[in-house]
Nanobody
Framework: VQLQASGGGLVQAGGSLRLSCAASGRIFSSHVMGWFRQTPGKDRDFVAAVRWGSGNTYYADSVKGRFTISRSTAENAVYLQMNSLKPEDTADYYC????????????????WGQGTLVTVSS
């Protein structure tokens, strides 16, 4: 499976963006799709995840209530709706797949797509 993230850009604090992650190839119901973000010199941090089969969602505390992850089995895609953006949300955002179930660490995910840059100005 190849994953391609898109939808990043420059937005003012308080604004919104919607990221998309298009998958080529089959995603199985046992897989978990995740969004991570990374700033220069730091590890990739967990943002949100969704179970492909059930649609159950999970969030980092820092984005809970502001971000919403969803998936479309028909479109073979994952989305991240980001509202009330803050300057500290500025990062490269990546989507990835976990074969081994839900995890909050990037080491459990593979098929990393190219990131999409989100910049939030104050």
């Amino acid at each position: 499976v190849q994953l391609q993230a898109s939808g990043g850009g420059l937005v003012q604090a308080g604004g919104s963006l919607r990221l998309s992650c298009a998958a080529s190839g089959r995603i199985f119901s046992s897989h978990v799709m995740g969004w991570f973000r990374q700033t220069p010199g730091k590890d990739r941090d967990f943002v949100a995840a969704v179970r492909w089969g059930s649609g159950n969602t999970y969030y980092a505390d820092s984005v809970k209530g502001r971000f919403t992850i969803s998936r479309s089995t028909a479109e073979n895609a994952v989305y991240l709706q980001m509202n009330s953006l803050k300057p500290e949300d500025t990062a490269d955002y990546y989507c990835a797949r976990s074969w081994s179930g839900l995890s909050y660490t990037h080491a459990a995910y593979d098929n990393w797509g190219q990131g999409t840059l989100v910049t939030v100005s104050s």
